[in-house]
């Protein structure tokens, strides 16, 4: 059964997605993106609130560095700088200039390989939209990262059912799975796609518009809406 993630603005949205059910409470803000980073004292606000539950009642934390250029020290210094929040994980977004043809992201990989093999759990965050190179994956695991998540860079409604065949994620998810990465799906979710994610059998599912009101992810978040989705994963 895939675990829960909710994408949460304060410690107030993060007491919210707790007291409904979430297993990781994810860090990002939505005005500033995708990936939208949150300044590190909110960070480390909400992740030493978390931290100071009990085992039985404490949850992972997630957090992402930002909607970043693909520079090698840029990300490593957001990375380092992030790890310092005490944050389970850090999810680092691997953006691409959509007219630029393949981007190489190895230096970056590279970058960020001494950091994950330290057994800081890095998660590379790839977008539906866009095309990689087909070591991309293996080089991920190779470097020692945590995981990959597919998400999308655009959020204007579309989902990764808009790009890829659910046969098509299955076989994506395979692969990562295969490297002993974990694997998440996100993007646009909501109730209605519950199923078919879960039918994919990711690690996690991720929401944040889904789970707002008026499904806009900039807004605050719907109880209702979490705990609706929490009966039925």
Known sequence: MPQLLISVTSLQEAQMALQ?????????????????????????????????KGPSARRLTSATVGDLPMQPELLRERVLALLQTKADIIKIGFFADLSAGLADYQPCIDALMPIARSGAKLVAVL?????????????????????????TAEKNGNT??????????????????????????AGSLNLQHVASASEIAPDYI????????????????????????????
Do not use: W
């Open 20 to 52: 409904c059910g979430a297993d990781i409470i994810d860090l990002k803000d939505p005005v500033q993106g995708a990936l939208g980073a949150l300044p590190l004292e909110v960070v480390t606000e909400v992740v030493a609130f978390i931290h100071a």
């Open 127 to 151: 977008f539906a939209e866009y095309e990689y190179p087909s070591t991309v994956i293996s080089a991920i695991g190779n470097a020692g990262f945590y995981g990959v998540m597919l998400d």
């Open 160 to 185: 990764f059912l808009d790009y890829f065949s659910v046969d098509e994620i299955k076989a994506f998810a395979e692969r990562v799975q295969a490297q002993g990465l974990l694997f998440g799906l």
């Open 206 to 233: 991720g929401f944040r518009g889904g789970v707002c009101m008026e499904h806009q992810r900039k807004s605050a978040l719907d109880s209702g809406k979490i705990r609706a989705i929490r009966r039925i994963m």
